[in-house]
């Protein structure tokens, strides 16, 4: 007898009720979603749910103390925060351009990079 497993899609402010229908680790049906990116999610979030996030780390050498950085994938979601303590470690030296990658396959996973999403020039000395 299957069971149901109800959780809400996070892909766009609607939050379709989706249920899960599955026999033990066996996922039978999605049903509930009003779009086929709400069926995708409820099956990654079945099999294998993944979170990503944005943060800000520490720049020397720039007009402001932190810039901004993002993860390019996202990490399993039981691995988030030895993720983000990993990313808070890094320090960068400006100038940094958007899209630099600072760190490739985050925490071993491949194709998880951290990469800047806003560049900051070098601050000049005073004359
Ligand atoms: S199923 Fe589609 S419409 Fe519903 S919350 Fe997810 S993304 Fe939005």
Redesign the pocket.
């Known amino acids: 007898m299957p069971e149901t497993t109800t959780i809400t ?1 996070i ?2 402010p ?3 009720p989706l249920q899960l229908l599955h026999e033990g680790d066996e996922l039978i049906e999605v049903e509930g ?3 086929k ?2 069926k995708k ?1 409820g099956r990654q979030e079945f099999v294998d749910p993944r979170r990503t996030f944005s943060t800000t780390i520490w720049i020397e050498g720039a007009r402001w103390a932190r810039v901004p950085v993002k993860l390019t994938a996202p990490v399993p979601k039981d691995r988030i925060m030895e993720a983000a303590r990993a990313v808070h470690t890094l320090r960068v030296r400006a100038p940094v351009q958007m899209g630099d990658v600072l760190l490739r396959d985050l925490i071993g996973e491949e194709g998880v990079d951290v990469v800047i999403t806003r560049s900051m020039d070098r601050l000049q000395a005073e004359p």
Do not use: L, W
Request: glycine fraction near 16%; charged fraction near 15%; hydrophobic fraction near 15%.
């Open positions: 899609c892909n766009c609607v939050g379709c979603f009003d779009c990116r709400g999610y």
